[in-house]
Nanobody
Framework: QVQLVESGGGLVQTGGSLRLSCAVSGRAFSSRTMGWFRQAPGKEREFVAAIWWIGGRTDYADSVKGRFTISRDNPKNTLYLQMNSLKPEDTAVYYC????????????????????WGQGTQVTVSS
């Protein structure tokens, strides 16, 4: 069983920064591709960023590219999302998610590809 717990959300002004963390318990964090998704009120859940378990590859949604950075600390079983230059449209509940071990499909853009989810952390950006 894998459990994911997000933290680091909060209220920030436009242009500010936040760093989200996702603590992962259970088996084999280092062999799982990880992702961040978000869901704003009245909107569909959307992909934000992903980091592959092998090779260190990362990818981002166009809306956050250049502002957000995803990273992982395997010895600490922790996933991060550094968010800079925040905008009001970044306001959402942010979720971390984990794929099955040793996944090589490369598909990280759909939430249905992920096996485990955290409970979410609220990020609110005031204008």
């Amino acid at each position: 069983q894998v459990q994911l717990v997000e933290s680091g959300g909060g209220l920030v002004q436009t242009g500010g920064s936040l760093r989200l963390s996702c603590a992962v318990s259970g088996r084999a964090f280092s062999s799982r591709t990880m992702g961040w998704f978000r869901q704003a009120p009245g909107k569909e859940r959307e992909f934000v960023a992903a980091i592959w378990w092998i090779g260190g590859r990362t990818d981002y949604a166009d809306s956050v590219k250049g502002r957000f950075t995803i990273s992982r600390d395997n010895p600490k079983n922790t996933l991060y999302l550094q968010m800079n230059s925040l905008k009001p449209e970044d306001t959402a509940v942010y979720y971390c998610a984990a794929k099955t071990q040793y996944d090589r499909s490369g598909n990280v853009y759909s939430g249905s590809e992920f096996e485990y989810w955290g409970q979410g952390t609220q990020v609110t950006v005031s204008s």
